[in-house]
C-alpha cells in the first residue's frame, strides 16, 4: 500500500512538474525555426505541427523573483520556461535565456533549423528530413543524427558529428570546424561528389577515395581530396583547419 | 563551342533544333564507326551501320533522357550489330555468337592492321566489345557499365585481364 | 618487392589515369622491376597500334547523313504546319507547305557554307542561353535564405571559365556580409580561384580586417601571401594585436609576414 501510494504521489508529482515546464506554440506558416542558446541545447521530433520547449523539472526560479520575469539578452522570458519565443515573417525565433542548464525542444521532423551556440553549449540535433544549419560559435560541439535533409554545420573549438540518414537531395552539405574534428557517418550507397580538406589534420576514411592501404580506416595523403562516389551527386564538403576528418560507411 | 557537353546539345536536338545534329555527327561518327568496324571486321557493313545509328539518333531524339550522350549512342551501335547479326544469321539470335568475318583482304589494309582484327577475333564478343568501347578514351569505366550491363569495378577488372590477353595474341601472332 | 607486380596497373597508367600517389608507387616499383617495365613496354606498342589503327569513313557517310537530317526537317516541317492551322482553307495550307518546301529545299541547296554558319550562330546563341540562365539561376541562389542553398549559388562558378564581374561582385558579397560561416567561406574557395582581378584582392584585404572566423582568417592569409599582395601587412599587423585572435592565427602571420613586407 505505501509502495503504491509512493507510485501515485509521484506521478502526481511528475504531471504538475511537467505541466508547469511544457510550452508550446504553433508553427502554421512558419519556414525556419532559429534557436539560440548558451548552454546545451536538444532538438528532438514529434508529430504534432507545433514547437515544444521542455526544460525539465528541475528549473525553479528563485524565490526573489516571484511575479517578475526573466530578461536576458534575446529578450524576455514570455513563454515561463525561460525562453523568449518571437515571430519575424515566416521565421520564429527562440531564444534560451538560461545560462545554465539545458533544454530539450521538439519540433515535427520536416521542419527547417537553424541553431546557434553562442557560449559552451553543445548542439544535438536528431532525426530531422528538412534544412538544418548548425553554428556552435564558441566552445560547443554539434552532434546530428539521423538527418536526410541539406546540412551546413560549422564548429570552432568543438567536434562536429554528423550521421547521415538516406541522402537524396541535391542541395549541397557542408561541414566545415577549425579546432574540432570533423566525424561524418554516410550511408556507403550514396551518390555524392566529396571535397575533403584540413590544413594541419589527417583524413580518414572507409570510402572508395584513392588511397594507399587496403584494410580499416586508412589515412588519406594530400590536403584536399576530391572523389566522386556512386556515380556521383549531391556535393558533400568538409574541411577542419586544425582538426582530424573521420568519414565512416555506415 | 567545345565546352558546350553532348548532353546539352542533344537536349536542343530533342526540343527540335534538328541543325545540332551535325556538331555530335562530326564529333563522334569516327568513333561509331571504328566500334563497329573493329567488331565486324566489315568496312561496308561498319558504313551502313554507321549510317543507321545517326538515322536511329535522328527517329529517336524524343526517347532521349538527359542521361550520358555516349551510353545512349553506343547502346544504339551496339543494337544496330545485334539486329543486323540476328536478321542475317536466323539460327543465332545473340551478339554472343555473332560470326566474325576474318580479316579482309583490302589492299589499304595495313600489316599492324591486319595483325590487330585478327587479334581482336580470337576474342568472345562481349570481350571484344569491351576493349573496344574501353580504347576510346572519352567513354569512361561509369560510362562502360552502363552501356554493358555491368558494374564499373567489375568492368574495369575485366578490362585490364583483356587488354593482357589481346596484347600477347597480337605480338604472338607479329 | 617482385611479388607485387603491377600489371594491372599498367593500362590505367598508360591512360594517365592514376593519381599521384599510385603513379609514384607504380614507377617507384618499374624502377626495380625487369618484368613489369617489358610488360610496360609491350603494352605501350600494342596501344599504339590500337589508337593509329582507326580506318577512316568514306565521304558517303557524311553526305548520306546530311540527306537524311534534311528529310528529317522537311517532315518536321510539314507535321507543323498541318497542325498548326487546321481550319483554314486547304488550298492555302497546300500552297503554305509547298512554299515551306520550296524554301527548305532552297536552304538545303545554298551550300554547306550557309549551313555550317547557321549551326555555328546556333552553337554561339545556345551558349549565350545557357551562361545568361546560369548566371541568373546563381545570383538567386546566392539570396536565398537557406544557406545550403546560397551555398549552391556559390558552387555554380565551376560552371563559368570567366565569370563577369557581376558574378565576382555577388560572391565578393557573400564572403564580406554572409551571416553563415561555411557560406562565406565556401565563397572564399569559388573567389580564390579569380586572384588576378583586382576586386578580389581588395575583397581579400576587407574580408581580412573583418571575419571572425579563423579557418577562414587563415585561408585568407595563405591566399594574400602566395599573391604576394603588400597591402595585406597591415590587416595582419592588427590581428596579430588583438587579443581574440587565435594562437595558431598569430603564428601563421608571424610566420609569413617577413615574405610580404
Known amino acids: 500500500m505505501r509502495k503504491f501510494t509512493f507510485i501515485l504521489m509521484a506521478l502526481f508529482v511528475g504531471t504538475i512538474a511537467r505541466a508547469q515546464s511544457d510550452y508550446t506554440k504553433s508553427l502554421n506558416g512558419i519556414q525556419w525555426v532559429k534557436i539560440e542558446s548558451k548552454t546545451d541545447i536538444v532538438v528532438k521530433t514529434h508529430s504534432s505541427n507545433e514547437l515544444l520547449i521542455k526544460s525539465g523539472p528541475e528549473v525553479k526560479t528563485p524565490e526573489r523573483a516571484k511575479g517578475l520575469k526573466l530578461v536576458g539578452e534575446g529578450g524576455t522570458d514570455n513563454t515561463n520556461v525561460g525562453f523568449s519565443v518571437v515571430q519575424d515573417g515566416n521565421t520564429l525565433i527562440v531564444y534560451n535565456l538560461r545560462k545554465s542548464k539545458g533544454a530539450e525542444i521538439y519540433l515535427p521532423a520536416s521542419q527547417n533549423i537553424a541553431v546557434k551556440s553562442t557560449w559552451n553549449g553543445d548542439i544535438e540535433i536528431d532525426g530531422f528530413s528538412g534544412e538544418i544549419e548548425a553554428d556552435a560559435q564558441l566552445n560547443g560541439g554539434v552532434k546530428l543524427l539521423n538527418v536526410n535533409g541539406p546540412v551546413t554545420a560549422n564548429s570552432l573549438n568543438g567536434e562536429l558529428e554528423v550521421v547521415f540518414g538516406k541522402v537524396t537531395q541535391d542541395s549541397p552539405i557542408s561541414l566545415y570546424s577549425t579546432n574540432g574534428a570533423v566525424d561524418v557517418s554516410l550511408p556507403s550507397n550514396t551518390p555524392a561528389n566529396l571535397a575533403l580538406s584540413t590544413l594541419n589534420g589527417n583524413v580518414y576514411t572507409d570510402f572508395e577515395v584513392k588511397s594507399e592501404d587496403k584494410n580499416g580506416l586508412k589515412s588519406v595523403l594530400g590536403r584536399n581530396i576530391k572523389a566522386s562516389i556512386n556515380g556521383g551527386g549531391v556535393k558533400i564538403s568538409m574541411k577542419s583547419t586544425n582538426g582530424n576528418m573521420y568519414l565512416r560507411k555506415k | ?174 | 618487392m617482385e611479388k607485387n607486380h603491377v600489371f594491372d596497373q599498367i593500362p590505367d597508367y598508360l591512360d594517365g589515369n592514376l593519381n599521384k600517389s599510385a603513379e609514384a608507387e607504380f614507377e617507384k616499383h618499374l624502377e626495380q622491376c625487369a618484368d613489369c617495365q617489358k610488360e610496360l613496354e609491350e603494352m605501350k606498342t600494342f596501344f599504339n597500334v590500337f589508337e593509329e589503327e582507326v580506318p577512316t569513313p568514306s565521304d558517303r557517310l557524311k553526305a548520306k547523313f546530311e540527306s537524311t537530317l534534311e528529310q528529317e526537317k522537311i517532315n518536321q516541317g510539314k507535321v507543323v504546319q498541318l497542325e498548326a492551322k487546321p481550319s483554314s482553307n486547304w488550298i492555302g495550307n497546300i500552297l503554305k507547305i509547298a512554299a515551306s518546301i520550296a524554301l527548305l529545299v532552297a536552304a538545303f541547296q545554298m551550300g554547306s557554307l550557309f549551313q555550317q554558319r547557321k549551326v555555328n550562330e546556333d552553337i554561339a546563341q545556345l551558349q549565350d542561353e545557357t551562361n545568361q540562365m546560369k548566371q541568373t539561376a546563381m545570383l538567386s541562389l546566392m539570396e536565398n535564405q537557406s544557406a545550403s542553398k546560397r551555398i549552391q549559388g556559390v558552387n555554380y562558378i565551376e560552371e563559368f571559365e570567366q565569370p563577369d564581374e557581376a558574378i565576382i561582385q555577388a560572391l565578393a558579397n557573400r564572403l564580406l556580409y554572409d551571416e553563415n560561416d561555411n557560406v562565406r567561406m565556401t565563397a572564399f574557395e569559388a573567389l580564390v580561384k579569380f586572384t588576378s582581378s583586382e576586386t578580389v584582392k581588395t575583397t581579400f584585404i576587407n574580408a581580412l580586417e573583418q571575419e571572425k572566423n579563423p579557418s577562414i582568417q587563415v585561408a585568407i592569409i595563405q591566399a594574400l601571401v602566395q599573391i604576394q599582395e603588400k597591402k595585406a601587412a597591415e590587416p595582419m599587423k592588427k590581428l596579430l594585436e588583438k587579443e581574440d585572435t587565435q594562437p595558431f592565427i598569430k603564428d601563421q602571420i608571424r610566420a609569413v609576414l617577413p615574405s610580404i613586407t
Open chain 2, 1 to 174: 563551342m567545345e565546352t558546350l557537353s553532348d548532353e546539352m546539345i542533344m537536349q536542343k536536338v530533342s526540343e527540335g533544333n534538328l541543325d545540332l545534329l551535325k556538331i555530335l555527327f562530326d564529333r563522334h561518327h569516327k568513333h561509331v564507326y571504328n566500334f563497329l568496324y573493329k567488331m565486324s571486321g566489315d568496312r561496308m557493313l561498319a558504313e551502313d551501320l554507321t549510317q543507321d545509328v545517326f538515322y536511329k539518333l535522328i527517329k529517336y531524339r524524343n526517347s532521349y533522357n538527359n542521361g550520358s550522350f555516349l551510353s545512349w549512342m553506343f547502346t544504339i551501335a551496339r543494337n544496330s550489330l545485334k539486329t543486323y547479326y540476328t536478321r542475317n544469321h536466323k539460327s543465332h539470335d545473340d551478339i554472343e555468337v555473332l560470326a566474325y568475318q576474318a580479316v579482309e583482304e583490302e589492299n589499304d589494309t595495313s600489316e599492324n592492321n591486319a595483325h590487330l582484327q585478327y587479334a581482336l577475333s580470337q576474342l568472345d564478343p562481349y570481350d571484344r566489345e569491351l576493349v573496344i568501347l574501353n580504347r576510346y578514351r572519352e567513354i569512361k569505366y561509369d560510362d562502360l557499365a552502363e552501356i554493358m550491363g555491368s558494374t564499373p569495378g567489375a568492368v574495369k577488372t575485366r578490362v585490364c585481364r583483356i587488354l593482357k590477353k589481346l596484347k600477347n595474341i597480337y605480338l604472338e601472332s607479329i
